[in-house]
């Protein structure tokens, strides 16, 4: 006769069980951390791309344009189809920015892109650099391209309730000048929902929006904020939809990872272009 093999015991089976829930739990940090790396390279690329496409324009031209920087840039991020729509003789009926979606402006790690996705932007300008209109961008940076911040990770979007019946949303558009201060846009309805939409430059350090500036009061105090709740976003700082810093690119092309342990006094010097701040050691 043939020899009958044993059933799997249920201590056997309980053995095997947490054996495998131990695998799982040293395995899912390492996923998690590859799948973050390679989340936060394909964004830096994105940074860079936008700061070589500055480099590129500033190079052919001294002056920024009519439009925001970001439309300027555009024939730059292999996107001129859309430039030519933002064009005063452009395409009737398409010159409006509202109605593309421009993936090289949107960080896929911001939660707020859950709100909206048309006509914004998770990666803000320092307005400090384009504050002026038709500025001289060679001539405004005179702290070192290396020692000052030209672009950072924003939210494109902030919502926030009121109250049952009022929804207040804030939307970073990539389509206005930074220094046009347009009031907001009167109450629609939008499935039943009463909304106020405020449009907001794609910008950080702007003055004409009452943002945190450097040198002012508040600047001793803040820097930006890590990855905060989207009804918690403040749109006069920057915002990072990590953890572990704010992704930024430089005057000079480059890109790095700012740490939350910088000092506002710091942070604030890198901001500012010809300030003649000595930045701290923590940068």
Excluded at 35 to 60: F, G, P, W
């Amino acid at each position: 006769m043939s020899e009958r093999r044993p059933a799997l015991s249920l201590l056997e089976f309980l053995v095997a069980v947490a054996i495998v829930a131990i695998l799982l739990a040293l395995l899912l940090p390492a996923v998690q951390k590859v799948r973050l790396s390679a989340s936060v390279t394909r964004e830096k690329n994105k940074v860079r791309q936008i700061a070589l496409a500055i480099h590129m324009y500033a190079d052919n031209h001294d002056r920024i344009g009519y439009n925001s920087i970001f439309v300027e840039i555009l024939p730059y991020m292999e996107r001129g189809a859309y430039y030519e729509k933002m064009l005063p003789n452009g395409p009737k009926g398409e010159a409006l920015w509202g109605a593309e979606v421009m993936p090289p402006y949107l960080n896929e790690d911001d939660p707020s892109l859950a709100i909206q996705r048309i006509g914004v932007a998770s990666y803000c300008i320092n307005a400090q650099i384009y504050k002026e209109f038709h500025a001289n961008r060679s001539a405004l940076i005179r702290d070192g391209m290396s020692n000052t911040i030209e672009i950072t990770t924003c939210y494109a979007n902030k919502k926030m309730k009121r109250s049952d019946q009022d929804i207040y949303r804030m939307l970073r558009s990539w389509g206005m000048e930074i220094n046009i201060v347009l009031p907001p846009v009167p109450p629609i309805d939008i499935d039943g929902v009463n909304m106020t939409i405020e449009m907001r430059p794609a910008a950080f350090a702007n003055p004409f929006y009452g943002d945190v500036l450097p040198g002012s009061a508040e600047a001793q105090s803040v820097t930006f904020q890590l990855r905060p709740k989207i009804e918690e976003a403040d749109p006069r700082i920057p915002q990072s939809p990590y953890t572990h810093g704010l992704l930024a690119g430089l005057a000079d092309g480059s890109v790095r990872m700012i740490s939350p342990q910088i000092s506002p006094q710091t942070f604030w010097a890198a901001v500012t272009p010809n300030g003649g701040e000595v930045l701290g050691p923590d940068w």
